[in-house]
């Protein structure tokens, strides 16, 4: 079982940039896939990006090329690098681990509030 703390929200202004952190438990992360997700108020929460046990890397689009993914498998960390951000990126961000690709995510954490003002 795993458990994901996530850090590095706030609040920035358009066009700013924040780096989302989230520390995973557990011996296994590097055998799990992460994402992150975000949820808007009064919206469902969505997809933003995930990255596999091998490096590959997958984003919504209107994330692409202002948002990066990484992972630190030494540290059990996983991070998103988000630049450029606009008033939309505003939500709360969700980690996640992912057991087996394909399926359900099976681990979150507890979210991080992003506020992105114009």
């Known amino acids: 079982q795993a458990q994901l703390v996530e850090s590095g929200g706030g609040p920035v202004q358009a066009g700013g940039s924040l780096r989302l952190s989230c520390a995973a438990s557990?011996?296994?992360?590097?055998?799990?896939?992460m994402g992150w997700f975000r949820q808007a108020p009064g919206k469902e929460r969505q997809f933003v990006a995930s990255?596999?046990?091998?490096?590959?890397?997958d984003y919504v689009n209107s994330v692409k090329g202002r948002f990066t993914i990484s992972r630190d498998n030494a540290k059990n960390t996983v991070y998103l690098q988000m630049n450029s951000l606009k008033p939309e990126d505003t939500g709360v961000y969700y980690c996640?681990?992912?057991?087996?690709?394909?399926?359900?995510?099976?681990?979150w954490g507890q979210g991080t509030q992003v506020t992105v003002s114009s």
């Open positions: 990255i596999s046990r091998y490096g590959m890397t």
């Open positions: 996640a681990a992912q057991v087996v690709v394909g399926t359900k995510y099976d681990y």
């Open positions: 557990g011996r296994t992360f590097s055998n799990y896939a």
